[in-house]
């Protein structure tokens, strides 16, 4: 089955940057789309950013700006790369795929923005 493998969270100071990994056991180019998702403690999950196979990119109005998704496929890898971070941002993060009218889901990484 598809597997996703996020990596590259941690704790950061506001205004830091961050770059989360996900790798996927297939190619990219395969799946329908590719997103990030975030949760933060006592919230509901709420979708931060997403890339089509054609590369056409949506972002969260709450990280327009700050956040780009990208992707590598010769890596098979999909990036979120997050500038100017906010304590707001503190949350675990998920990546998401949908193909074959399936949705996958990765373990989640933590972003921690503090001070």
């Known amino acids: 089955q598809v597997q996703l493998v996020e990596s590259g969270g941690g704790l950061v100071q506001p205004g830091g940057s961050l770059r989360l990994s996900c790798a996927a056991s297939g190619s990219i180019s395969s799946f329908a789309t590719m997103g990030w998702y975030r949760q933060a403690a006592g919230k509901q999950r709420e979708r931060v950013a997403r890339?089509?196979?054609?590369?056409?990119?949506t972002y969260a109005d709450s990280v327009k700006g700050r956040f780009t998704i990208s992707g590598d496929n010769a890596k098979s890898t999909v990036y979120l790369q997050m500038n100017s971070l906010k304590p707001e941002d503190t949350a675990v993060y998920y990546c998401n795929a949908f193909a074959a009218w399936t949705d996958y889901w990765g373990q989640g990484t933590q972003v921690t923005v503090s001070s």
């Open positions: 890339i089509s196979s054609e590369g056409t990119t």
